[in-house]
């Protein structure tokens, strides 16, 4: 009887949608921006995303845009660190600043009560950042350590052999970090120079969200960007794709193994995206149900978790997964995972899966929309990924739309049982690098 | 120019708005169920937590590991539901879920669109009493369990050396156990003692539901009744936990492990937590780590990282959620060309020059403009403000003190946090942990 309630229920209706009112603003001079403006509570929420990332870093600087970011706030106009930190604690602002491959990502919260000075410390950071010596040194010394913690960090080695032999000279093929004599030689007029390359206006992309009126924003925009330059950098096109299929191990100490699989994937704006997108959540889309968590996880118990994510690399797009088992079990798990992986290739999937992962996502959807930070990045990431304003009212439609014929043709293009390469780092049994 | 314009900032300490605050309203139902309810009606969406006042300091001797074992289990067949299908139906729904195990505690929680709170609360409800554990499903997650354990500690030397670390600090109470237990005791689990724990410690009267969203307390009430209301108490009282003997020497704990990148030090303090209606040493425990170590301009960071440049990093840590006593740490991890012992040094004259010259004022309030800012940010994040309230609620502590602690925060200042100070760094006996390299290498 508990079953049948259950059954019934959820076939009711899907969730009530969120009411997401994305007005477009134009500010006065120029720069657009996606507000979802809500004044009940008196703080705003900014997420500015630079294009092009560290891909727009000169040759032989590699590193340089991941040191630049890092030092926006450690020093700006006529404040020094310290300084700067003071007065955004007394202001009760919050920053952050993050360098990844394809963007710099700078976020805000900005009390309504003291918005505007919180807006004069913030243009400070983009616009006048000093990079003064003291401060480079300092930040620098951070990045060697971060370096050297990657370095034993068995996650991020086994992300640098993937990435190195996949994408040849492209900047996608090293760590954004740089390496410890990459960074090294980093001089102030290098850091000048990222600036000048990554942080334009023609390169931005504003979500905003919380107590502030579309007037307002615009003018908060004009101030805090309207002094950075117009153009930068050009990015770099795109990326070679040399990984073939096989086993790269890597030695480490550890009881368990990190392993990494993947091979090419599909551009956002690939006609098969929305087929592709569902393939990748019902074989490992990070829930306790894939294919991948039944079979590894949940049937076998060869490790804690196992998922897929489709990486959308604006030059050289990834299919990926990750997963960690213990030395003795990580060739079983890898077999497994190779099953799966030409199972569903050359099978597609069950009708089953597919109205599951539907009615996963397309409830799941309106739940995202909530909290001012949150919404400010989505915001940002539709931008990004070249999404319509009126994306959200298509997008469960265009999940809806998937068919299991669709899926068995993407499965068929995209997963490729000969091209899958698993980077292993830790002290498996029973693996070896394939020749 | 800009600098007027900030000076004028920092004189504007005062709210210029009333504070924004999240409706929180509480009721108990006759099994003993106590609810606490935290409206926010900006997205139609819930978040439903139910947590146990019971984890892994309630565990049996020698048996650590139960409670989050049962976590995983709680996912698995029930008398009407097959394993996984908890899981299944949330996603069905849109939602998603998960559970979190603690000293003190066991969450569970979904997130969903409010319209599917009663769902949530019959499936929780029937794998509160309505648990198989059957061996199949015992075996295969306990080998999960162990990949866990791997994956999370074993694969990581800063985890292990924390695990070292706190068994060294508490020498009787069972805060020294890791919540994920001893990989030794883990592998011996079997389904009686995780049956007993759960026949003990899952019921009504041992629960607290928290739900958090586009709901209101009336909504929450009438579902309660209907899916938790007919469940029978257990009536069974809190145990009683070992208690910390008097800690009178001071301990050093040297770990070595080949992966550690950046060596560090960290010195740790048992002190007191927050306590139902007694909370003034707490907060300025919390206003203590805050100045010590919360941002680049806090005491620590200020003189290691900024003036001599002998740190990467400084900080101090006190959480005051706990049923027993806390501790309150101070961490120095140096740069390259500085020893383990000169940074421990380094701690030692900070602290030592600090006792000497007490709060910078200008700092003090500025960190207490931050936290009138965070009853601010903090309705922002319902879910957030969920789990405070459930950890605070199996922590021994009331609605009332979760709502109190705002301006009890507020009422500190500068004597009292040195006040805390001295109790910590004069009075009070601490372990020394040392993370490093082999040194043959």
Same mark, same amino acid.
């Given at each position: 009887?508990?079953?049948?309630?259950?059954?019934?229920?959820?076939?009711?209706?899907?969730?009530?949608?969120?009411?997401?009112?994305?007005?477009?603003?134009?500010?006065?001079?120029?720069?657009?921006?996606?507000?979802?403006?809500?004044?009940?509570?008196?703080?705003?929420?900014?997420?500015?995303?630079?294009?092009?990332?560290? @891909?727009?870093?000169?040759?032989?600087?590699?590193?340089?845009?991941?040191?630049?970011?890092?030092? $926006?706030?450690?020093?700006?106009?006529?404040?020094?660190?310290?300084?700067?930190?003071?007065?955004?604690?007394?202001?009760?602002?919050?920053?952050?600043?993050?360098?990844?491959?394809?963007?710099?990502?700078?976020?805000? %919260?900005?009390?309504?009560?003291?918005?505007?000075?919180?807006?004069?410390?913030?243009?400070?950071?983009?616009?006048?950042?000093?990079?003064?010596?003291?401060?480079?040194?300092?930040?620098?010394? %951070?990045?060697?350590?971060?370096?050297?913690?990657?370095?034993?960090?068995?996650?991020?080695?086994?992300?640098?052999?993937?990435?190195?032999?996949?994408?040849?000279?492209?900047?996608?093929?090293?760590?954004?970090?740089?390496?410890?004599?990459?960074?090294?030689?980093?001089?102030?007029?290098?850091?000048?120079?990222?600036?000048?390359?990554?942080?334009?206006?023609?390169?931005?992309?504003?979500?905003?969200?919380?107590?502030?009126?579309?007037?307002?924003?615009?003018?908060?925009?004009?101030?805090?960007?309207?002094?950075?330059?117009?153009?930068?950098?050009?990015?770099?096109?795109?990326?070679?794709?040399?990984?073939?299929?096989?086993?790269?191990?890597?030695?480490?100490?550890?009881?368990?193994?990190?392993? $990494?699989?993947?091979?090419?994937?599909?551009?956002?704006?690939?006609?098969?995206?929305?087929?592709?997108?569902?393939?990748?959540?019902?074989?490992?889309?990070?829930?306790?149900?894939?294919?991948?968590?039944?079979?590894?996880?949940?049937?076998?118990?060869?490790?804690?978790?196992?998922?897929?994510?489709?990486?959308?690399?604006?030059?050289?797009?990834?299919?990926?997964? %990750?997963?960690?088992?213990?030395?003795?079990?990580?060739?079983?798990?890898?077999?497994?995972?190779?099953?799966?992986?030409?199972?569903?290739?050359?099978?597609?999937?069950?009708?089953?899966?597919?109205?599951?992962?539907?009615?996963?996502?397309?409830?799941?959807?309106?739940?995202?929309?909530?909290?001012?930070?949150?919404?400010?990045?989505?915001?940002?990431?539709? %931008?990004?990924?070249?999404?319509?304003?009126?994306?959200?009212?298509?997008?469960?439609? @265009?999940?809806?739309?998937?068919? $299991?014929?669709?899926?068995?043709?993407?499965?068929?293009?995209?997963?490729?049982?000969?091209? $899958?390469?698993?980077?292993?780092?830790?002290?498996?049994?029973?693996?070896?690098?394939?020749? | 120019?800009?600098?007027?314009?900030?000076?004028?900032?920092?004189?504007?300490?005062?709210?210029?708005?009333?504070?924004?605050?999240?409706?929180?309203?509480?009721?108990?139902?006759?099994?003993?169920?106590?609810?606490?309810?935290?409206?926010?009606?900006?997205?139609?969406?819930?978040?439903?937590?139910?947590?146990?006042?019971?984890?892994?300091?309630?565990?049996?001797?020698?048996?650590?590991?139960?409670?989050?074992?049962?976590?995983?289990?709680?996912?698995?067949?029930?008398?009407?539901?097959?394993?996984?299908?908890?899981?299944?139906?949330?996603?069905?729904?849109?939602?998603?879920?998960?559970?979190?195990?603690?000293?003190?505690?066991?969450? =569970?929680?979904?997130?969903?669109?409010?319209?599917?709170?009663?769902?949530?609360?019959?499936?929780?409800?029937?794998?509160?009493?309505?648990?198989?554990?059957?061996?199949?499903?015992?075996?295969?997650?306990?080998?999960?369990?162990?990949?866990?354990?791997?994956?999370?500690?074993?694969?990581?030397?800063?985890?292990?050396?924390?695990?070292?670390?706190?068994?060294?600090?508490?020498?009787?109470?069972?805060?020294?156990?890791?919540?994920?237990?001893?990989?030794?005791?883990?592998?011996?689990?079997?389904?009686?003692?995780?049956?007993?724990?759960?026949?003990?410690?899952?019921?009504?009267?041992?629960?607290?539901?928290?739900?958090?969203?586009?709901?209101?307390?009336?909504?929450?009430?009438?579902?309660?009744?209907?899916?938790?209301?007919?469940?029978?108490?257990?009536?069974?009282?809190?145990?009683?936990?070992?208690?910390?003997?008097?800690?009178?020497?001071?301990?050093?704990?040297?770990?070595?492990?080949?992966?550690?990148?950046?060596?560090?030090?960290?010195?740790?303090?048992?002190?007191?937590?927050?306590?139902?209606?007694?909370?003034?040493?707490?907060?300025?425990?919390?206003?203590?780590?805050?100045?010590?170590?919360?941002?680049?301009?806090?005491?620590?960071?200020?003189?290691?990282?900024?003036?001599?440049?002998?740190?990467? =990093?400084?900080?101090?840590?006190?959480?005051?959620?706990?049923?027993?006593?806390?501790?309150?740490?101070?961490?120095?991890?140096?740069?390259?060309?500085?020893?383990?012992?000169?940074?421990?040094?380094?701690?030692?004259?900070?602290?030592?020059?600090?006792?000497?010259?007490?709060?910078?004022?200008?700092?003090?309030?500025?960190?207490?403009?931050?936290?009138?800012?965070?009853?601010? =940010?903090?309705?922002?994040?319902?879910?957030?403000?969920?789990?405070?309230?459930?950890?605070?609620?199996?922590?021994?502590?009331?609605?009332?003190?979760?709502?109190?602690?705002?301006?009890?925060?507020?009422?500190?200042?500068?004597?009292?946090?040195?006040?805390?100070?001295?109790?910590?760094?004069?009075?009070?006996?601490?372990?020394?942990?040392?993370?490093?390299?082999?040194?043959?290498?």
């Amino acid at each position: 009887m508990f079953r049948i309630f259950i059954a019934a229920l959820t076939l009711l209706a899907s969730p009530a949608l969120a009411q997401v009112d994305i007005r477009e603003v134009t500010s006065p001079g120029g720069i657009t921006a996606w507000l979802v403006e809500d004044h009940s509570i008196p703080f705003v929420a900014l997420d500015i995303r630079f294009a092009g990332g560290t @891909n727009l870093e000169e040759p032989d600087t590699r590193g340089a845009i991941h040191l630049m970011t890092g030092l $926006l706030e450690e020093g700006a106009g006529d404040l020094d660190s310290r300084e700067f930190a003071a007065a955004a604690e007394s202001l009760a602002t919050y920053f952050s600043f993050d360098a990844y491959r394809d963007s710099v990502v700078i976020t805000a %919260q900005m009390l309504t009560q003291n918005r505007d000075e919180a807006a004069d410390l913030m243009r400070l950071a983009l616009v006048e950042p000093t990079f003064e010596d003291t401060a480079i040194e300092r930040v620098r010394n %951070q990045v060697f350590s971060i370096i050297a913690s990657d370095a034993n960090d068995p996650d991020e080695i086994a992300g640098d052999v993937l990435y190195a032999q996949t994408f040849g000279d492209h900047p996608y093929a090293t760590a954004l970090e740089g390496t410890e004599e990459s960074v090294a030689a980093l001089t102030r007029d290098d850091l000048v120079t990222a600036h000048r390359n990554v942080l334009t206006r023609g390169n931005v992309i504003v979500g905003a969200s919380g107590d502030i009126t579309p007037e307002d924003l615009g003018r908060l925009l004009d101030h805090i960007l309207g002094d950075l330059p117009e153009t930068g950098a050009t990015p770099p096109g795109d990326a070679p794709y040399n990984l073939t299929g096989g086993i790269t191990v890597v030695d480490y100490p550890s009881p368990q193994s990190t392993a $990494l699989f993947g091979h090419r994937g599909i551009e956002r704006d690939d006609p098969e995206f929305f087929p592709a997108f569902l393939l990748n959540q019902i074989l490992g889309g990070g829930n306790f149900r894939s294919r991948l968590m039944t079979e590894i996880r949940e049937e076998r118990g060869l490790t804690y978790g196992i998922s897929t994510f489709l990486i959308l690399f604006d030059h050289g797009p990834m299919m990926l997964g %990750q997963f960690s088992s213990s030395n003795e079990l990580v060739a079983e798990a890898i077999d497994v995972l190779r099953q799966e992986w030409a199972d569903v290739a050359e099978n597609g999937v069950s009708a089953v899966e597919l109205e599951a992962a539907q009615r996963f996502l397309t409830g799941a959807y309106p739940l995202r929309f909530t909290g001012n930070e949150n919404i400010a990045g989505i915001l940002a990431g539709m %931008q990004i990924d070249n999404m319509p304003i009126d994306y959200i009212n298509t997008r469960n439609d @265009n999940v809806m739309a998937v068919t $299991l014929e669709d899926i068995r043709q993407v499965a068929r293009r995209l997963l490729d049982p000969e091209g $899958l390469h698993v980077v292993v780092v830790g002290q498996p049994e029973g693996l070896e690098t394939t020749p | 120019m800009m600098r007027l314009a900030l000076a004028a900032a920092l004189s504007l300490t005062a709210f210029t708005s009333s504070p924004h605050a999240a409706e929180v309203s509480e009721f108990t139902l006759e099994n003993g169920l106590h609810a606490v309810v935290i409206e926010d009606h900006r997205a139609p969406v819930v978040v439903h937590m139910l947590w146990y006042r019971a984890g892994a300091a309630d565990e049996p001797p020698g048996a650590s590991g139960i409670a989050h074992f049962l976590e995983h289990l709680l996912f698995k067949a029930t008398e009407t539901m097959e394993s996984g299908e908890f899981s299944r139906v949330v996603e069905e729904n849109g939602g998603s879920d998960n559970a979190f195990t603690s000293w003190d505690y066991t969450g =569970y929680f979904q997130r969903v669109a409010s319209d599917r709170l009663g769902l949530m609360m019959q499936m929780e409800a029937d794998r509160m009493r309505n648990l198989l554990l059957t061996d199949d499903d015992i075996e295969t997650e306990r080998s999960v369990v162990l990949e866990e354990r791997g994956e999370r500690t074993e694969s990581n030397a800063g985890a292990l050396f924390s695990e070292q670390l706190r068994a060294s600090l508490y020498l009787a109470h069972p805060y020294r156990i890791p919540i994920i237990g001893w990989r030794h005791e883990v592998e011996a689990l079997g389904r009686q003692e995780v049956f007993d724990f759960y026949q003990r410690f899952y019921s009504p009267d041992n629960a607290i539901l928290v739900v958090a969203g586009d709901v209101t307390p009336d909504e929450v009430r009438a579902l309660a009744e209907e899916h938790y209301g007919p469940l029978a108490p257990s009536m069974n009282p809190r145990l009683e936990r070992p208690s910390e003997p008097p800690q009178i020497a001071n301990r050093e704990v040297h770990y070595a492990d080949p992966r550690v990148s950046d060596p560090y030090v960290v010195r740790s303090y048992l002190v007191p937590e927050r306590d139902p209606g007694d909370q003034r040493m707490a907060a300025a425990l919390t206003l203590l780590s805050n100045v010590l170590g919360s941002g680049t301009t806090a005491v620590l960071p200020q003189a290691l990282q900024i003036d001599t440049q002998r740190s990467l =990093y400084a900080s101090a840590s006190y959480n005051g959620l706990n049923l027993d006593d806390s501790v309150f740490s101070i961490y120095n991890v140096p740069t390259g060309d500085v020893t383990l012992e000169e940074a421990a040094a380094d701690l030692d004259q900070v602290i030592a020059d600090f006792l000497e010259t007490g709060v910078d004022p200008e700092q003090f309030e500025r960190l207490q403009f931050q936290w009138e800012a965070s009853r601010i =940010y903090e309705t922002d994040d319902v879910g957030a403000l969920a789990r405070r309230y459930g950890a605070a609620l199996t922590s021994g502590l009331t609605v009332q003190d979760v709502q109190d602690w705002p301006d009890i925060i507020a009422s500190i200042t500068p004597e009292d946090v040195m006040e805390a100070a001295r109790l910590v760094f004069e009075e009070t006996t601490h372990v020394t942990g040392y993370l490093n390299q082999p040194t043959d290498q």
